[in-house]
């Protein structure tokens, strides 16, 4: 008997969370953004660590401005990292824009550097990845996984 009780009360809750149920389904849904590597720039360094300046292009494919607060990444050049960090300064890109800016990387490359600097010439291309999280400072979503390939200059 006292079940039978209960169930008229948890059917009233189930129909009070049905339009908040409801509302979260209509929730926009963020496309990851783009993000290529633009540059990157020797800086300095020693044997042991070497700080590089990486620019980066960021696109939102979104029809809704992306607010960003962060973005943490793994940067990978000819399948070897090279550096992994985060950004803190928080920017916002426009809907269907892109925003470019410069990290700062410190890597530990006495092997990887050696390949690099190793190429003959300047104008060959270095195919990287760049993997990661993009947080976001406001909506219901904070998180947006990325995991980027392409090619550029050193």
């Known amino acids: 008997m006292r079940e039978l009780a209960r169930l008229p009360r948890l059917a009233m809750l189930f129909l009070a969370c049905m339009p908040w149920l409801a509302g979260c389904a209509a929730l926009p849904k963020y496309e990851s953004p783009k993000l290529s590597l633009v540059a990157v720039k020797m800086q300095g360094g020693d044997f ?48 269907m824009g892109e925003v470019e800016f410069d990290m700062q990387v410190t890597a530990n490359l006495v ?16 195919a990287y990845r760049l993997v ?23």
């Open 48 to 95: 042991f660590s070497q700080r590089l300046q990486v620019r980066l292009r960021v696109f939102n494919p979104n029809a809704r401005e992306l607010p960003i607060s962060g973005i943490a990444y793994r940067i990978e050049i000819n399948d070897t990292e090279i550096g992994n960090g985060s950004t803190a300064a928080p920017f916002t890109v426009p809907a």
């Open 111 to 126: 092997g990887a550097m050696g390949k690099l600097l190793s190429r003959r010439s300047s104008s060959e291309e270095l």
């Open 132 to 154: 990661g999280d993009v947080s976001l400072s406001s909506g219901f979503l904070r998180r947006i996984p990325f995991d980027e390939r392409g090619s550029v200059k050193l």
